[in-house]
């Protein structure tokens, strides 16, 4: 079956401008969580959203947002972009929430560059 | 605050030979540790787990050790082969959340 899978791939923004990502999970996923990489920082939890809600939150600036719709399918808009913005937005997408990350399977991500 | 930390950023070690990768960590109420394999323009795949409640955990040439006392825990890969070049991540959760805790990454190289 398909992956996770997230558009755009690549994006170049400039700071104060805002940007949304889409992520698509695998069919029958009801879970959708955000991640932000950067180097030397690793992978840093945003969010997590489970039937359209939002279930847990990471330590992240109130310009990050998201949602999730009814079909499972998830955006993440950032406002105001900073270049420290700059990273590898990754989405995980598991059955359930909480069920232990080996059940999270990650899309390729999206490379926001702010300039 | 780093409570899963990987202070190694990368490591390189020669085909065959055994790759250590070194992970501690600070929050006692983590009770299930993981570890993520990445391969560049690719999301993270979960490669291995372990369960608080043991010490050791084997899955082929991979073998994840606990030691809930120092807070610490280590991926041993034997041995390893050149497409074992990856950054790999370690991460860690408790059952009762709904987070999950990644380091920075150790960046491997595999040398033929």
């Known amino acids: 079956k398909a992956g996770v899978t997230q558009t755009p791939r690549y994006l170049i923004k400039t700071r104060g401008q805002q940007v949304t990502l889409s992520c698509s999970p695998i069919s029958g996923h009801r879970s959708v969580s955000w991640y932000q990489q950067t180097p030397g920082q690793g992978l840093q939890f945003l969010f997590e959203y489970f039937s359209e809600t939002q279930r847990n939150k990471g330590n992240f600036p109130g310009r990050f947002s998201g949602r999730q719709f009814s079909n499972s399918r998830s955006e993440m808009n950032v406002s105001t972009l900073e270049l420290g913005d700059s990273a590898l937005y990754l989405c995980?997408?598991?059955?359930?929430?909480?069920?232990?990350?080996?059940?999270?399977?990650f899309g390729p991500g999206t490379r926001l560059t702010v300039l | 605050d780093q409570q899963v930390k990987q202070n190694s950023p990368s490591l390189s070690v020669q085909e065959g030979r055994i790759s250590i990768l070194n992970c501690d960590y600070t929050n006692s109420m983590f009770d299930y540790f993981l570890w993520y394999k990445k391969y560049p323009a690719e999301g993270p795949t979960f490669l291995i787990s372990?369960?608080?409640?043991?010490d050791k955990n084997e899955d082929g040439r991979f073998t994840v050790f606990l030691n809930k006392s120092a807070k610490h825990l280590s991926l041993h890969i034997v041995p390893s082969q050149p497409g074992d070049s990856a950054v790999y991540f370690c991460?860690?959760?408790?059952?009762?959340?709904?987070?999950?805790?990644f380091g920075a990454g150790t960046r491997l190289f595999v040398k033929a």
């Open positions: 991460a860690a959760s408790d059952t009762g959340g709904f987070k999950t805790i």
């Open positions: 372990i369960s608080s409640i043991k």
């Open positions: 995980a997408s598991s059955k359930m929430p909480g069920q232990g990350a080996d059940t999270q399977y």
